[in-house]
DNA sequence: CAGATGCATTGATGTAGGATAAGAAATGAA
DNA sequence: TTCATTTCTTATCCTACATCAATGCATCTG
């Protein structure tokens, strides 16, 4: 479990073994059951969810009671509130597990351990955070303007991982529509002999 | 012209007159007329504008020729492609003048050259980043679910002035949806005796 | 001043996608 | 295996919003 996570924590900084050994120490691990709930609405986000296995998701309910699915984090990715986080404020976001996951919770102290001691690992923060805002900037830019068989032609070119692995409902939720157009939109695009693999 | 950048700047820093004179030497300044435009599409963002006057936008143009506004910058306020001149990138975006308007050029030599001697300015920029993050997941919350009325009563809550500076079809174009229908909200707003001010 | 030009409004009509309901298929538990 | 639950599909109807087109106003401009 700490195996994928120190791998990918090495590649973004330049920390020795010894270094992320120390630092890494008092690190927490769980492994967590479909449907467990990591995060919840109005409480303040304290930690970034490394997944070294399984698939975690972030999303709102709004007031009509719908959800809104924000974020989706299979292996390898992190997953958080950074708002909630760094302005210490409640958080609008839900954090669950869409599958059994493997999950390493990764606390501010943390990452100001490594801050301290690693140029690099600020850079590539530094780095994610624009990534972040990248990312964000073109979903804007798709949910203004693009028609339902748009966005999720989008998101197959994206995620073809994720496309096998997510219930479709969780994906139309990810574009804005209902599961139901998103079932037409797949038919369509089978009628007109689309293969995506 | 000068002078309200810095004021907004020293708010943001710890920085000295002395220090501030010294590096704001070669920043250069540019009043330009409306619909004058800063940033082209497909080229790389070489600059951050603050606006000491006036009032900037950014928008994409899509396939079918259509404005997409991502962003309005009015007094106070610096407006530019983050991700392009991060990563070096084309940009996604246009930068243009919605009125005459008086603007500060700040290249990465300025940025750098801050970052090197001020702490909070390097703790500020990382907080700018936090919030932009945070201003475009509510915006992608609200495109995934809110009506037009909704997307229309919270633009002009967050920006009650600049809903009496901008011309509707652009706040349509910012909210994702058609200057007609945007007059059909307000008409039936206005029956309903919605009172904004 | 007359004629452009740009923006807001209004009306008529079209359509993508939502709501609802029901059945089929897949998944999973006993 | 069987029964139950969840997910996916299909069909019908409906609504929010787009599109198209006409008109009314301001503001420019020669």
Redesign the pocket.
């Known amino acids: 479990m700490l195996d994928s996570f120190k791998t990918y924590f090495q590649s973004k900084t330049n920390l020795t073994d010894e270094q992320f050994h120390s630092i890494s120490a008092n690190l927490q691990f769980k492994k967590v059951e479909k449907g467990s709930i990591l995060l919840h609405q109005g409480d303040v986000c304290h930690h970034s969810f490394f997944v070294s296995k399984g698939l975690l998701r972030s999303y709102t309910i709004d007031e009509n009671g719908k959800e809104h699915i924000i974020q989706f984090a299979p292996e390898n990715w992190i997953i958080s509130d950074r708002s909630s986080s760094y302005f210490n404020e409640p958080s609008e976001l839900f954090i669950d597990a869409i599958e059994e996951t493997e999950i390493v919770f990764i606390d501010k102290n943390f990452i100001n351990a490594v801050a301290e001691i690693s140029i690099s690992f600020r850079e590539q923060d530094n780095t994610a955070l624009h990534n972040h805002i990248r990312q964000l900037q073109k979903r804007v830019n798709l949910l203004l303007g693009a028609?339902?068989?748009q966005r999720y032609l989008d998101f197959i070119t994206i995620y073809p991982s994720l496309t096998l692995r997510i219930?479709?409902?969780?994906i139309a939720s990810y574009l804005?529509?209902?599961?139901?157009?998103?079932?037409?939109?797949?038919?369509e695009l089978a009628k007109r002999n689309f293969k995506p693999y």
Chains 1, 2 share one sequence.
């Open positions: 028609t339902a068989e219930p479709q409902w969780m804005g529509i209902t599961p139901e157009t998103l079932s037409r939109v797949r038919k």
